[in-house]
């Protein structure tokens, strides 16, 4: 693979040691080994667990993976963890917990706070099985009043609260069930917050942008650093929205895609004290910033989170889950049964087939993790999925090589 800069310089990326070299090489066949897939009898390593404790919720945002547009990912409904299922929860992270003690618990939606009563509940009960187990609550802030917000600090939470910016960007995607704009009421909300409890909002407050248009990120970013309510407060995640995978997805192109993201370089060459910008390009280039640089020494593991994966998700009708994020129809158990690693051995031996398959001659393997959520994407649309993997890959080279040239990564 290999680019030219503004600048006029030429780079390759070199796949074979995942290095970066000045000027055009010939690229080398890439072939990586990957070690044999072993039965899968327990997680080492998770602390960590999701709890989906309602599938309700009390907006429409247009761009929400459960909104229906998205294949094989569940919809709203009424589906809530009840009462009686507490226990249960408990006892499942008693016997999966690889630390011991100190399980960190994520409540999570549609909107968690809708069960409010239900996270009072399950804290009050797990903090005697797990006095020093860490809580954390995803909510979109509608419903944040002051008394949650005083119970959350009691307790010692981090919180975090969806939030695209002000007004304008904000309400373009994020609307009430009745399609009104919600900015207004949540920033009265986190203002509460900021005012009464300045140090929880300091440390245990994290901000989620999610970035409907990228092209307008500068403007963004600028309103963002202008507010008086959020100027302080750099976003602790920026995602773009995800793309929808079915027949209808177009081949990526990658002059267009430069066309978009080219000029967010620009302005970050130009802007370099816009933290905002700074921190997209840190999340957006990861892969890039910290790939490991050297040849490949004997088999490689599978490049994806399992077994190793620190986090499990418990889902709002007591179904398993490896993470929120992927399709509801890839589940490994119950928090009843526990993990069925015989469905888990089979969603590898399938991850691993597609990766043998696809991923061990490709150029772009060691800068491109597999999640399993790939899986649920339909065989006749993997080919438009892997070129349009490929093509986000020499834009992101591209900008990851414009930005060292300024001395910006």
Same mark, same amino acid.
């Given at each position: 693979?290999?680019?030219?800069?503004?600048?006029?310089f030429?780079?390759?990326y &070199?796949?074979?040691?995942?290095?970066i070299?000045?000027?055009?090489i010939?690229?080398?066949?890439?072939?990586?080994?990957?070690?044999?897939? &072993?039965?899968?009898?327990? !997680?080492?390593?998770?602390?960590?667990?999701t %709890?989906?404790v309602t599938?309700?919720?009390?907006?429409?945002?247009?761009?929400?993976c459960y909104?229906?547009i998205?294949?094989k990912?569940?919809?709203?409904?009424?589906?809530?963890l009840?009462?009686?299922?507490?226990?249960?929860c408990?006892?499942?992270i008693?016997?999966t917990?690889?630390?011991?003690?100190?399980?960190s %618990?994520?409540?999570?939606?549609g909107?968690?706070?809708?069960?409010?009563?239900?996270?009072q509940?399950?804290?009050?009960?797990?903090?005697?099985?797990?006095?020093?187990a860490?809580?954390?609550?995803?909510?979109?802030g509608?419903i944040?009043?002051p008394?949650? +917000?005083?119970?959350?600090?009691?307790h010692?939470f981090?919180?975090f609260i969806?939030?695209?910016?002000p007004?304008?960007?904000?309400?373009?995607?994020r609307?009430d069930?009745n399609?009104?704009?919600?900015?207004?009421r949540?920033?009265?909300n =986190?203002?509460?917050?900021?005012?009464?409890?300045?140090?929880?909002?300091?440390? &245990? +407050?994290?901000?989620m942008m999610?970035?409907?248009?990228?092209?307008?990120?500068?403007?963004?970013?600028?309103?963002?650093m202008y507010?008086?309510?959020l100027k302080?407060?750099?976003? !602790?995640r920026?995602s773009e929205?995800?793309t929808?995978?079915?027949?209808?997805?177009?081949?990526?192109?990658?002059?267009?895609e430069?066309?978009l993201?080219?000029?967010l370089?620009?302005?970050?060459?130009?802007n370099s004290?816009?933290i %905002?910008?700074?921190?997209f !390009?840190?999340?957006?280039l990861g892969?890039?910033i910290?790939?490991p640089i050297g040849?490949i020494?004997g088999?490689?593991a599978?490049?994806?989170c399992?077994?190793?994966?620190?986090?499990?998700?418990?889902?709002s009708k007591?179904? =398993?889950? %490896?993470?929120?994020? =992927?399709?509801?129809e890839?589940?490994?158990?119950?928090?009843? /049964?526990?993990?069925?690693?015989?469905?888990?051995?089979?969603?590898?031996?399938t991850?691993s087939?597609f990766? /043998?398959?696809?991923?061990?001659t490709?150029e772009?393997?060691?800068?491109?993790?597999?999640?399993?959520?790939?899986?649920?994407?339909? /065989?006749?649309?993997l080919d438009?999925y892997?070129? &349009?993997?490929? =093509?986000?890959q020499?834009v992101?080279?591209r900008?990851f090589c414009?930005?060292?040239?300024?001395?910006?990564?």
């Amino acid at each position: 693979m290999t680019i030219t800069t503004t600048n006029g310089f030429t780079y390759s990326y &070199n796949p074979i040691d995942n290095a970066i070299v000045e000027g055009c090489i010939p690229g080398e066949a890439i072939k990586i080994p990957f070690e044999d897939a &072993n039965p899968i009898t327990h !997680f080492p390593s998770i602390d960590s667990f999701t %709890i989906g404790v309602t599938e309700q919720c009390n907006m429409r945002c247009s761009y929400c993976c459960y909104s229906g547009i998205y294949n094989k990912h569940r919809e709203h409904s009424s589906a809530r963890l009840r009462e009686a299922n507490i226990e249960a929860c408990i006892e499942f992270i008693e016997r999966t917990v690889a630390n011991g003690d100190n399980p960190s %618990i994520d409540f999570y939606g549609g909107e968690s706070l809708l069960e409010f009563g239900w996270v009072q509940s399950f804290v009050a009960k797990c903090s005697k099985r797990f006095p020093k187990a860490k809580y954390e609550l995803s909510t979109n802030g509608l419903i944040l009043t002051p008394q949650i +917000v005083d119970w959350l600090v009691e307790h010692l939470f981090n919180v975090f609260i969806s939030i695209d910016g002000p007004d304008q960007y904000h309400d373009s995607c994020r609307k009430d069930r009745n399609h009104s704009g919600t900015f207004q009421r949540i920033a009265t909300n =986190i203002a509460h917050i900021k005012e009464s409890y300045p140090l929880f909002w300091k440390d &245990n +407050v994290h901000l989620m942008m999610t970035i409907p248009d990228i092209a307008k990120l500068p403007e963004l970013s600028e309103a963002w650093m202008y507010h008086p309510i959020l100027k302080d407060k750099i976003p !602790f995640r920026m995602s773009e929205v995800a793309t929808i995978y079915d027949v209808t997805t177009p081949l990526a192109d990658l002059e267009s895609e430069l066309n978009l993201y080219l000029p967010l370089v620009a302005y970050r060459i130009a802007n370099s004290e816009n933290i %905002i910008v700074e921190t997209f !390009f840190k999340t957006w280039l990861g892969e890039w910033i910290e790939r490991p640089i050297g040849r490949i020494e004997g088999k490689e593991a599978y490049p994806t989170c399992v077994p190793n994966n620190r986090k499990l998700y418990i889902d709002s009708k007591e179904k =398993i889950g %490896i993470c929120e994020r =992927i399709s509801d129809e890839i589940r490994i158990g119950s928090i009843e /049964d526990g993990i069925n690693f015989s469905e888990v051995d089979r969603i590898v031996g399938t991850l691993s087939a597609f990766i /043998d398959r696809r991923c061990s001659t490709c150029e772009i393997a060691r800068v491109c993790d597999i999640c399993p959520d790939v899986l649920s994407i339909p /065989d006749e649309i993997l080919d438009v999925y892997c070129h &349009n993997q490929k =093509i986000l890959q020499q834009v992101k080279f591209r900008c990851f090589c414009e930005l060292a040239e300024a001395n910006l990564i």
